[in-house]
T-cell receptor, first 115, second 114 residues
Framework: DAEITQSPRHKITETGRQVTLACHQT?????MFWYRQDLGHGLRLIHY???????NKGEVSDGYSVSRSNTEDLPLTLESAASSQTSVYFC??????????????FGPGTRLTVL | AQSVTQLDSHVSVSEGTPVLLRCNYS??????LFWYVQHPNKGLQLLLK??????LVKGINGFEAEFKKSETSFHLTKPSAHMSDAAEYFC????????????FGSGTRLSIRP
């Protein structure tokens, strides 16, 4: 069965370190997303991609970057981790054709703690 | 501007009683609307979606939602709550094909009393 996976599931790091969160989907979806989920804020869009070599900034992109070298993967990098980036991070994907009607498929999440 | 409001941050019902989770949206155009459920420490899972076909949409686990354009609402209901329904529920609005136009509500936490 197709799926979307994230790794690691839990990560503790220190302020200033570079961290990369992995996202891998086997749906063959062109549209991929990264969100962060914080109490009181729901899900907020960090970055998204429409396909290979395409990346776009979302609502809360400062301090984050992504790259899309193939269809399956969209790694999220925190260049210099800050305590404000402690959060739960979700990756999602979606079929690009007729996207208005298509739901997103979400990964299980990565809980990141920045000390 | 497009927005979505979930009117209750927390709803508590007794097992076996009806569930109503309210969602209102604001959009200049006909949107697509979704309800997702998130169980503790899990990702979001699609419950149901409205895409301009039938206004009453049936989803998984006995949930359904009715699109009411005149009220700009898309409330989620279930006739009889089960303990396993305890979770966070998100109403989502999508306008056009742009990934940046997916708007999430702030979520409603549903608690089920035995």
């Amino acid at each position: 069965d197709a799926e979307i996976t994230q790794s690691p599931r839990h990560k503790i790091t220190e302020t200033g370190r570079q961290v990369t969160l992995a996202c891998h989907q086997t749906w063959n979806h062109n549209n991929m997303f990264w969100y962060r989920q914080d109490l009181g804020h729901g899900l907020r869009l960090i970055h998204y991609s429409y396909g290979v070599h395409d990346t776009n900034k979302g609502e809360v992109s400062d301090g984050y970057s992504v790259s899309r070298s193939n269809t399956e993967d969209l790694p999220l990098t925190l260049e210099s981790a800050a305590s404000s980036q402690t959060s739960v991070y979700f990756c999602a994907s979606r079929e690009l054709r007729d996207t208005t009607y298509n739901e997103q498929f979400f990964g299980p999440g990565t809980r990141l703690t920045v000390l | 501007a497009q927005s979505v409001t979930q009117l209750d941050s927390h709803v508590s019902v007794s097992e076996g009683t009806p569930v109503l989770l309210r969602c209102n949206y604001s959009s200049s155009y006909s949107p697509s609307l979704f309800w997702y459920v998130q169980h503790p420490n899990k990702g979001l899972q699609l419950l149901l979606k409205y895409t301009s076909a039938a206004t009453l949409v049936k989803g998984i686990n006995g949930f359904e939602a009715e699109f009411k354009k005149s009220e700009t609402s898309f409330h989620l209901t279930k006739p009889s709550a089960h303990m396993s329904d305890a979770a966070e529920y998100f109403c989502v609005v999508t306008l056009y094909s742009s990934a940046s136009k997916i708007i999430f509500g702030s979520g409603t936490r549903l608690s089920i009393r035995p």
